[in-house]
């Protein structure tokens, strides 16, 4: 028989805490870009400290958890996380995603809500909204143009693809991901309450400032938009102004924090 695997939803495997500050008086989840880790959010978890608490996700599939199987749906990922924080305390939340993880970020308002749980504040990042449908068949393609792909966006030092070994790890996990936000379809007729704030980068090719008012038709709350000068992942040469940000719309939400320093 093949072999079966039941995805945990144990806390410590899927909650990263670079700061830990659990007296804070709200947290910020980030939920993690197609094929990226809990840790690309370290550096701004760290510029929260003493603001919120701030914690990343880290999916199945990478760094510590590289031998669990990636999860390929993502009404399903969001579902995992709902279930990860079922049990924690309850505090004002806000959701931040990055890429895929705006959609994960995005569907997981939706089931905090039905919980009774609502986040007060949605943060979307370098994703277009999710009734603007495109075909993303990049899971498809072959392992050259998927790597072709990770050149363009331009997000970290790409000297890493050089480096055959590396490359087979991480292309499996690639394209799970890219499966995953490929076969994505929103529920019709869903729109969450909290405010969203959707974030892009001027020069980013996947998405562009022209396509984020589209998230208005997914809140009742009102949307604004912010623009910074970068590609796809604006985010790692702004950390201290998205962090200023966060803190700015937890405050407007009612929320004691103080300023981001």
């Known amino acids: 028989m093949p072999e079966t695997f039941t995805t945990s939803t144990d806390p410590d495997l899927w909650l990263r805490r670079f700061a830990p500050d659990?007296?804070?008086?709200a947290r910020v989840l980030f939920l993690p870009?197609?094929?990226?880790?809990?840790?690309?959010?370290?550096?701004?978890?760290?510029?929260?400290?003493?603001?919120?608490?701030?914690?990343?996700?880290?999916?199945?599939?990478?760094?510590?958890?590289?031998?669990?199987?990636?999860?390929?749906?993502?009404?399903?990922?969001?579902?995992?996380?709902?279930e990860v924080l079922a049990g924690a305390p309850?505090?004002?939340?806000?959701?931040?995603?990055?890429?895929m993880g705006a959609v994960v970020a995005f569907e997981l308002a939706l089931r905090l809500e039905e919980r009774g749980a609502a986040p007060v504040a949605?943060?979307?990042?370098?994703?277009?909204?999710?009734?603007?449908?495109?075909?993303?068949?990049?899971?498809?393609?072959?392992?050259?143009?998927?790597?072709?792909?990770?050149r363009r966006l331009d997000g970290t030092d790409t000297t890493f693809l050089e480096d055959e070994e590396l490359v087979r790890l991480i292309l499996?996990?690639?394209?799970?991901?890219?499966?995953?936000?490929?076969?994505?379809?929103?529920?019709?007729?869903?729109?969450?309450?909290a405010p969203i704030t959707v974030l892009v980068g001027d020069s980013d090719p996947r998405m562009s400032a022209p396509e984020a008012p589209h998230w208005a038709g997914h809140t009742s709350a009102g949307i604004d938009v912010h623009s910074f000068r970068g590609g796809h992942f604006?985010?790692?040469?702004?950390?201290?102004?998205?962090?200023?940000?966060?803190?700015?719309?937890?405050?407007?939400?009612?929320?004691p924090v103080p300023a981001a320093r």
């Open 22 to 25: 659990p007296a804070a008086p």
């Open 33 to 82: 870009h197609a094929g990226g880790a809990a840790s690309f959010y370290r550096p701004l978890c760290r510029a929260l400290a003493g603001v919120a608490e701030a914690i990343a996700v880290q999916y199945p599939g990478r760094q510590e958890r590289r031998r669990e199987p990636c999860v390929e749906d993502l009404h399903q990922m969001a579902d995992l996380v709902a």
């Open 90 to 99: 309850e505090r004002p939340t806000a959701l931040f995603g990055h890429s």
């Open 122 to 150: 949605l943060f979307v990042s370098a994703r277009r909204a999710p009734s603007q449908y495109r075909v993303e068949d990049l899971y498809l393609q072959s392992d050259e143009r998927v790597l072709e792909e990770i």
């Open 172 to 193: 499996p996990t690639l394209r799970s991901d890219y499966r995953a936000i490929g076969t994505y379809r929103p529920r019709p007729g869903k729109a969450t309450s």
């Open 234 to 255: 604006y985010l790692a040469e702004h950390v201290e102004p998205v962090a200023g940000l966060i803190g700015r719309r937890l405050r407007e939400a009612g929320v």
